[in-house]
């Protein structure tokens, strides 16, 4: 099981468009194959920090979820509402017994 965690600051005022954007592709993406969990949420300490955490059965459903419309579009958006590229960690780690 891989757990993908992210994080951006999003650029003054446009922390909306950024939050429209996320329940868009969060709705999207929760109903793909091998999605066990995606969302994303504001840091405690400066709600312009968005988090992302997203756990994926494996590999290939990572990679799948990369190559859909909905998450290409969201990518394009957020490329435009951030201060700067994002930073993900991805981690694997056993699956459920």
């Keep these: 099981m891989l757990i993908a965690i992210g994080s951006a600051r999003v650029l003054p005022g446009r922390r909306h468009e950024l939050v429209s954007s996320a329940r868009e592709v969060v709705a999207a993406s929760r109903g793909e194959d091998g999605c066990h969990a995606y969302s994303f949420c504001a840091d405690l300490t400066d709600e312009d920090t968005i988090v992302s955490l997203e756990v994926w059965r494996d590999q290939a459903a990572l990679d799948a979820h990369m190559t859909r419309a909905h998450t290409q579009t969201f990518l394009a ?8 590229p994002p930073t993900v960690t991805v981690h694997e780690v056993p699956g459920p017994a």
């Design 77 to 84: 958006r957020v490329a435009e509402l951030v201060d700067g």
